[in-house]
């Protein structure tokens, strides 16, 4: 369990402290928040969860120190039937979670920034059913458009 100053201070090294208007930045700010551990063969790991009786993943925002792969598993632990639409790159990845079951996904988040994930069925994203994957990190610099600095995570 994350303290309210570690959370404070999370919440500030991925730049989602700051007042945001939009809807989902708000549903965020409010949810826990955690780093994925690296095993040592630098692949991370972490569990996320669908509290019961809430509709919201538990942590709604999950920390990667870089990118790379990630295993990670989904327990529902709700009563009712919901489903994960998770990012990866070259493919998504969906994963049906009926009530208290447990799935898992290997993921590959290779570049800093913010990735989204949600239940798209039903209402269960209008209802906050929707998080955030944080990896951090420099963009390499044959990948960086030629553009202005822009805020990275």
């Not at 709700?78 to 790159?89: E, G, Q, R, V, Y």
């Not at 969906?94 to 800093?112: E, Y």
Request: some cysteine; aromatic content about 4%.
């Amino acid at each position: 369990m994350t303290t309210a100053k570690e959370r404070s201070d999370l919440l500030n090294e991925v730049g989602l402290d700051s007042q945001n208007g939009a809807a989902l930045g708000r549903v965020l700010g409010t949810g826990n928040i955690h780093r994925a551990t690296e095993r040592s063969d630098g692949t991370m790991e972490a569990t996320v969860r669908i509290l019961p009786d809430e509709i919201v993943w538990d942590p709604s925002i999950l920390v990667l120190p870089h990118g790379g792969d990630l295993e990670l598993t989904l327990i529902n632990d709700d009563l009712n039937t919901h489903c994960a639409l998770l990012p990866s790159n070259g493919d998504s990845k969906f994963i049906w979670l009926v009530n208290h079951s447990k799935g898992r996904a290997k993921l590959n988040l290779d570049g800093p920034g913010y990735y989204w994930f949600s239940s798209p069925t039903g209402n269960d994203e209008g209802r906050g059913l929707t998080g955030a994957i944080v990896v951090l990190g420099e963009v390499p610099p044959e990948a960086r458009l030629d553009r202005p600095d822009q805020m990275r995570p």
